[in-house]
């Protein structure tokens, strides 16, 4: 089994708080600000129409053990179904989390904290456990030269790794 070194993730997270530190006018800033203005009443309609689409498949998934029960479709087609009727509820149900988060303000705080941070701090040239702590939420890793760093702000950002670090 493959495997990373944790000096190449905490070297990736170094790197990717210093381009958030050098660009945070042209990324942390617009994203701060389309958080304060997103329309709460746009938010609840699609939270809404989110909700009827999850009340419209479990009619589809009534009908489809109907019709699975009395025979008119087999199986397979009936999983088939079932798997995606279950895949795009939870769709809706992530996007009504995310919508809710935003409603809540706890993405809005999160950014707040941490432009706060950015606007203050010098380039950082060594890795800092309470700041990995403060900002991110999990990490995503893509391959083993890439990674993606999910903050608590809402913003996944994708980093390079370096593969010859040693620990």
Known sequence: MKFIHEEAFRSAFTTMLNKLIFSRKILLRPYYNALRVTDSDENLQRIMSLKESIQKNADRKSELRKLRVKGIIDAVIYTQELNRIEKQNEEARREIQNLGNIESGLMLRETE????????????????????????????????DSVGFKLKCGLTLKEALCTDTRS
């Open 113 to 144: 904290k941490l432009l706060h941070f950015i606007d203050t701090a010098d380039m950082q040239d060594a890795y800092n456990e309470e700041l990995f702590i403060s900002f991110v939420d999990s990490i995503i890793v893509y391959s083993r």
